[in-house]
């Protein structure tokens, strides 16, 4: 009986367990069926979400070949040439400007120069509120990543940004590069929206006026080294401006305003000059007036302790500041024999927001400003440096900028900087000028020797030559072809201006000689292989 329970009770637990395992797989597979229902659901909604992205990049992508997209179709006719402001420059171009700029490192080199160089562009904070109503030529960049960035304007703001940065206080720097601005391009004048600047920039707390008259001699060194012609060296100092803005009335707030009008006198007459003060400055037309009787002035040291004497500016400290400033640094300037060479001239201004003590301005002398009469027309109070009155131009600029490292440092710590900026694509200009009109040609390779071969078979020979004045240090060049005529190899070299030629032949090679061509003169000599290098270095010696 026992045994018969125990068995049906077995049974009976077998078969619930049977039954669970069944429950439990059915479950499992119903669970699992709508998890793939669900997932294919999923990749269906999905693969519709991609359709519909593809379809508007479609339709966006035909809209923008409506409207004219990057690439032009293939039947419409694209125009090739430089973006306006920019232009290519030739090997004779490269030639004279590599020559240009070697002589302007040279001064600064002279003078203690290190040089540094700092991205082409910057975070946009940084280049802003830099630079007045100049400000709007910033070229500014797309989102590229987070950062709003914009292309440098020059090279002192990114200097303050970088001696701020790096905690640097003193530093004697130079940097030639290029900068960006969205200006009105004049090419023939050399003016661009690309363009070179070499600045060269004394950091650090010195004694009054010591450093800023070292700038004044580094302009005038650079324009005498590079024989440009006559020209001028115009100073002024910021805080005299602002002390004679104070005395003629002018209101604090539109000290940056004026000084912007005012700054534009070497362009413009004064009676436009002094339209845009009153009609655009808002600035009233009395005091328009006294500031005229100023800012056409110009002179040296004399003009100093006239204007020191005045009333209305002995009354205003800045004024006081500004004069006794421009004292000590024409003083120093002719101890530099720098007297014929400079004239304080309170019409200059210098429009940038960041200066604060003396600023400077190289001028080139047109061809008709070469006597007295020059000089008179300056006493008699207009302004010596407009074009229409016998300059070419601005060809270098800078000054005191106290304040601008001091507004990247967290601290406000404050750095004193004076530098100065070397205008060379007007330089470049005026040279490349005078190049057409003397029909100069210039060497645009430092070739020193041309291995020429006399007949076939002899690229090998020339090879191995070549190989002997390269390892040697000499610069020399061959024909890429297998055999060229010897007539065709003598003339690269006389159009190229190369020095000299070795002539390869056989029976020469036989003997261990080759012969040496000077190309001026065409005259010949045999010279054993062996004594080659050190013949060609005798004849390249000065």
Known sequence: MLRSIGRQWCCSAAFQCRRSKRAITTIVGQQLKAQEQQLHEQQQQQQQEVHKIDDEVSRLLALKAKLGGDAAPANQKFTLKTPKGTRDYAPQQMTLRQSVLDKIVQVFKRHGGEAIDTPVFELKEVLTGKYGEDSKLIYDLKDQGGEILSMRYDLTVPLARYLAMNKISSIKRYHIAKVYRRDNPAMTRGRYREFYQCDFDIAGTHD????????????????????????????????????????????????????????????????????????????????????????????????????????????VPNAVKGLEGMQLLLKYCALFNLDHRISFDLSLARGLDYYTGVIYEGVLKGEQEQGPSAAKTAQNGEPATSEAGGTVGSVAGGGRYDNLVGMFDPRGKAVPCVGVSIGVERIFSVLESRALANKTKLRTNDVEVFVASAHKGLHEQRLRVLN????????????????????????????????????????????????????????????????LCAEIRRRLSP
């Open 208 to 315: 009054p006026m010591l450093a800023d008259a070292e700038c004044v001699k580094i302009v005038a060194e650079v324009l005498d080294t590079l024989d440009i012609g006559d020209y001028v060296i115009k100073l002024n100092h910021r805080q005299l401006l602002d002390g004679m803005f104070e005395a003629c009335g002018v209101p604090a707030s539109n000290f940056r305003a004026i000084c912007s009008a005012v700054d534009k006198l070497d362009k413009s007459p004064w009676e436009d000059v002094r339209k845009e003060m009153v009609d655009e400055k808002g600035l009233d037309g009395v005091t328009a007036d006294k500031i005229g009787e100023y800012v056409r002035l110009s002179g040296g040291a004399e003009l100093v302790e006239r204007l020191l004497s005045d009333e209305k500016l002995k009354a």
């Open 468 to 531: 002997q004045l390269w390892a040697a240090g000499i610069k020399a060049e061959h024909s890429f072809k297998l055999n060229p005529k010897l007539l065709a190899q003598l003339q690269h070299c006389e159009e190229h201006q190369v020095p000299l030629a070795i002539v390869l032949g056989d029976d020469e090679l036989s003997k261990g000689l080759v012969k040496l061509r000077e190309v001026t003169t065409r005259q010949e000599s045999t010279v054993p292989l062996a004594e």
